[in-house]
Structures are given as structure tokens and as C-alpha cells.
């Protein structure tokens, strides 16, 4: 757990999610410490962003409860901040007045704060057209948490980099969440990644949670045996959900 420990505790109780007659969540139940660092991974259209997007405001249970320090979501809050797969960049916005919009009053220090927050103060003045995929990304993280936010929401913001810049964002990832405090859920298909990088992974299937699997590894994580040993009843579980949905 992050040592400052300044995050909002995370409640969903008895959710349900549909899309007309498509049901994508059914009694989903599932709580979130406050500062904690919660993966989500699972087959896709499993529901995990469709979560997200409750747990931020831009949708809405069907039905259930989903409490944000322990409020129920009336919208989109501040506090609550989204990275998104794609880093949705202004392109006639150089990467400072991009990470500005998530400052408080747009205010110029705290981006250039954020910005060397991730490596890129010397990008400030760059176009998002001419950064690399991992810097349009590092802008994003660091617009995202400019704002210095309670809630951080990954959705797989992480799929479409190179091995190497995958490393490199996820250890990115983890120093701003230990620094910060804020209470992280990222969503991946990356089980490694899951391992890497949270405190608890949890794995959605048919509608729900399948497996809720603590990570009891020491910071920073090693690739040793007890690395695998979780990589490997997590990777089963999940493997053994694809084999099934295939038989079906």
C-alpha cells in the first residue's frame, strides 16, 4: 500500500450493468481500500471498463451501489481521474497547455511539476504530433495527475507501447501512485503487468469477479519464484476461462 495513503475507498455493492437487453455486469461486489492498487484483468468485453467508466462518472449502474468515499457518484468529480488506452491529446495544444486542463485553474507551475513528474519538462513546448507514443502517454499520465487526484483509473494505458516504454511507464506508474497516495485500478490483459504493478488483482468473467488474488511481494517486485507463482495461478485461471468460453 502506497505510504501516504491519501486515496478514496472504493465500494460496489450488488451492481448491475446492462446495455438494453445486454447484460454486461450482474451482482458485482467489490471493495477497494483506500490508496490500495487494484488490477483488473479478464477476456475482453468482460465489463472492466464499463466499470471505469462508473467508478468515474461518465456511466451509470443499472442498478446496485457504487460509493466513493463512501458518497454515492453523482457525476464526474475532479478527484477522480481517467488515462485512457489512447492518450487523447489536443493536437493544437502543445504537451504543457495539454497537461494544464487537469491543473487546478489551469495553472502553468503545477503542470511544468507534472510534466517533470514523468521525464518530459524539456516536451513542454512540443506538439503531440511529434512526440513518441510513449511520450503522448507520459503527457496524458502527467494531465491526469496534475490535479494531484484521490482516484486513478488505468484503462490499459499501457497496451500499445514497446516492451521497453512498457517498463518504463509502469515504474512511471507506480513511483507517482507511492508519492501521491491515491487509490489506483488499472485494467490490463497484461497478467504480468497486473503482477508488476498491484497489491491485489482481480479477475472478471461471464458478468463478475472470478478470482480476488492478493500479491504479498515486496516493492520493488523481482521476476523470482514467487513473481511466477502468482503469474502463474492468475495466467491458469484466466487461460482456463478462454478455454471455456471456446467450448462453449
Sequence with gaps: MSNTDKGYTIEIKNLNKSFGSL??????????DKGGFVAIVGRSGCGKSTLLRMISGLDKPTSGELLVKGEKIKGVDSNVRFVFQEARLLPWKSALDNVRHGAPNNNKEIALNALEAVGLKDRADCWPLILSGGQTQ????????????????????????????????????????????????????????????????????????????????????????DFAHYEKIILDKVLKIHSSCQDE
Design 23 to 32: 447484460s454486461v455486469l450482474e451482482n458485482l461486489n467489490l471493495k477497494i
Design 138 to 225: 507520459r503527457v496524458a499520465l502527467a494531465r491526469a495527475v496534475a490535479g494531484t487526484p484521490k482516484v486513478l483509473l488505468l484503462d490499459e494505458p499501457m497496451g500499445a507501447l514497446d516492451a521497453l516504454t512498457r517498463i518504463e511507464m509502469q515504474n512511471l506508474v507506480e513511483n507517482l501512485w507511492k508519492e501521491q497516495g491515491f487509490t489506483a485500478v488499472l485494467v490490463t490483459h497484461d497478467v504480468s503487468e497486473a503482477v508488476r504493478l498491484a497489491d491485489r488483482v482481480v479477475v472478471f468473467d461471464n458478468k463478475g469477479i472470478v478470482m480476488d488474488q492478493q500479491i504479498d511481494l515486496k516493492r520493488p517486485r523481482e521476476r523470482d519464484a
